[in-house]
């Protein structure tokens, strides 16, 4: 079984200190992996890598920005992570 998405936020949050980025930076990306794990779920999808796909990705961006702005329920799209980025933008390999 994959390990969940939420549980690989700390060692994301990590990563990212390693690379000089500031906690304000790093509490929108905890967000959007927490805001994307609950809908995956909802999709009766499991809350872990085998659901980050470009295809979810770009699911869950079609859902949130039909939300209105007081009822987004996770951070700006462009507050993701690069590598999330890439996986919808389908450059780069999101698995390293």
């Not at 390990?3 to 690379?19: G, K, P």
């Amino acid at each position: 079984m994959a390990e969940d998405l939420e549980s690989l936020r700390s060692s994301f949050n990590r990563s990212l200190r390693v690379e000089g980025k500031a906690d304000r930076t790093l509490v929108p990306y905890g967000q959007s992996i927490v805001y994307f794990s609950r809908w995956v779920a909802e999709q009766d999808q499991p809350a872990d890598l085998t659901s980050l796909t470009r295809s979810n990705a770009l699911k869950w961006l079609g859902v949130t920005a039909r939300a209105r702005p007081e009822h987004r329920h996770h951070p700006h799209p462009l507050a993701w992570p690069a590598q999330v980025h890439r996986l919808v933008g389908g450059r780069g390999n999101h698995r390293h």
